[in-house]
C-alpha cells in the first residue's frame, strides 16, 4: 500500500499521472524524452494549448480572459498583481486571513497605499473576517480564497464594483467558482494541480495596462499573453503534468463532480474530528476548509503513540505548519477516500487506548 500523503504540498497526485509523466520523461515524442524537446517544437504547443483549453473548460472561463502558466510561484504574484494592477500613486484593498496573504501585503505596500480592510490575525487566523467594507475608487481588491496553513476557506466573495484578485493556490479546480466576479485568479500548481514549478494565471485581459507604470518586461502580464506562455522557455514538466491531471480531473467529471467528493471527504473528517473526545477542530466551524483540515490533540501524553500510529498506518505529512501547531490534514482533488478513513481509524483507536 501506498503511503497516505497528506502533505500541504508539493501535493499528492492521481496514481496514473505518476505513471504517465514518468512514461513522458521516457518517451514523449518519438523516443525524445519530455524534458529534453523543444518547448517550440508541435508536440510541446500541443501540450501548452491542450492545458489552457482544459482550464477554461473545467472552470468554464468566459471570452476574454487569458490563461498562462508563469514562473516565480504563487509568491512572484504577490508583485506581480501590484506592479500590473496599482496606478501610480493608486491604492488597493486586501484581506489578510493568513501568512500568505500577509505576504501579498507586504509587496504592495512597495507600490502604493495598501489598506488592509479585515484582518483575522487577532485569533491566529483561525476564522474569516466578515462585514469589512471595501472602499470605492481603489485599483483592486484581494484576498487568499483557502488560507492553507490556517485551514480556513472563503465561502462567500464580497460583490463590489472594482476589480478582484484572488489567490487560489491551494483550492484552485476543488470547487465551482463564478470566474466572472474575478479579474486575477493565480494558483501555484503544487497545491492542487501539478508539481512545482509552473503557476497558473488567469487574467480578464481589460484590467491590465491601466496603472501608467513601466514593467519590467518578464513581470508584464501583457508580454506573457502576446507569446502565449512561450516569451521564454516555459517550465515543461511541470505544465504536462498539469494537463495530466486536468485530464483525469475532466474524466472523472469535473468540477461538479470534484466539488460534490470534496465535500464528502471534508465532511467525513470534520465528523470525527467533532465526535471524538480526543481531538478539537483548530478553525471556526463556519470557515473550514473542505482541503485543509486543521486539529489538535487535548492529552498531550497521546501525542506521540497517535504519531507513532500514523507512522505505522503509513499516514504521512500530517503535522501542522509551525504557526498553527498541531495536526493539518491536507485532502486535495486525488486524495482517495480510503486514506482519510484509515486517518479516522487510526483518530478512534488512539481515543480508545
Ligand atoms: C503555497 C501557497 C503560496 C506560495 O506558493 P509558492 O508557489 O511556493 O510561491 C501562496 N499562496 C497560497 C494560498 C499557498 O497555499
Request: aromatic residues 10%; contains cysteine.
Amino acid at each position: 500500500m501506498k503511503t497516505h500523503n497528506f502533505s500541504a504540498g508539493p501535493c499528492i497526485l492521481p496514481d496514473e499521472v505518476f505513471k504517465k509523466a514518468s512514461d513522458a520523461i521516457l518517451d514523449f515524442d518519438n523516443s525524445l524524452s519530455l524534458i529534453e524537446v523543444s518547448h517550440r517544437s508541435p508536440p510541446f504547443v500541443n501540450v501548452m494549448s491542450k492545458c489552457i483549453s482544459l482550464v477554461k473548460e473545467l472552470l468554464n472561463i468566459p471570452k476574454g480572459y487569458s490563461v498562462l502558466f508563469l514562473q516565480g510561484g504563487a509568491s512572484l504574484q504577490f508583485l506581480m498583481v501590484p506592479f500590473n494592477l496599482m496606478k501610480l500613486n493608486g491604492s488597493a484593498a486586501y484581506l489578510n486571513t493568513g501568512t500568505w496573504s500577509t505576504k501579498a501585503i507586504n509587496e504592495a505596500k512597495l507600490f502604493g497605499n495598501t489598506i488592509v480592510v479585515g484582518d483575522s490575525s487577532d485569533k491566529n487566523f483561525n476564522y474569516i473576517p466578515k462585514n469589512y467594507s471595501v472602499p470605492e475608487n481603489i485599483d483592486y481588491f484581494h484576498c487568499t480564497s483557502n488560507n492553507t496553513i490556517f485551514g480556513t476557506q472563503i465561502k462567500e466573495f464580497p460583490k463590489i464594483s472594482s476589480p478582484i484578485v484572488c489567490d487560489m493556490s491551494s483550492d484552485i479546480f476543488s470547487r465551482k467558482i463564478n470566474i466572472n466576479n474575478f479579474d486575477i485568479i493565480y494558483a501555484g500548481a503544487q497545491k492542487n494541480m501539478g508539481p512545482a514549478g509552473t503557476t497558473m494565471v488567469i487574467v480578464k485581459d481589460e484590467t491590465l495596462n491601466k496603472t501608467g507604470r513601466d514593467i519590467p518586461t518578464m513581470l508584464n502580464y501583457q508580454t506573457h499573453i502576446d507569446k502565449e506562455s512561450m516569451f521564454n522557455t516555459p517550465p515543461v514538466f511541470s505544465i504536462y503534468v498539469s494537463m495530466l491531471t486536468l485530464e483525469w480531473l475532466k474524466n472523472k467529471g469535473g468540477i461538479d463532480y470534484i466539488e460534490k467528493i470534496n465535500n464528502e471527504k471534508a465532511n467525513l473528517l470534520y465528523k470525527e474530528i467533532d465526535r471524538n473526545s480526543l481531538f478539537t477542530g483548530t478553525a471556526n466551524t463556519e470557515d473550514r476548509s473542505i482541503m485543509n483540515v486543521t486539529f489538535s490533540i487535548l492529552e498531550k501524553e497521546k501525542e506521540k503513540i497517535f504519531e507513532n500510529e500514523c507512522l505505522k498506518n503509513k499516514i504521512s505529512g500530517l503535522k501542522g505548519h509551525r504557526s498553527v501547531g498541531g495536526y493539518r490534514a491536507s485532502i486535495y482533488n486525488a486524495m482517495p477516500i480510503k486514506s482519510i478513513k484509515t486517518l479516522i481509524n487510526v483518530m478512534q483507536k488512539v481515543e480508545n487506548l
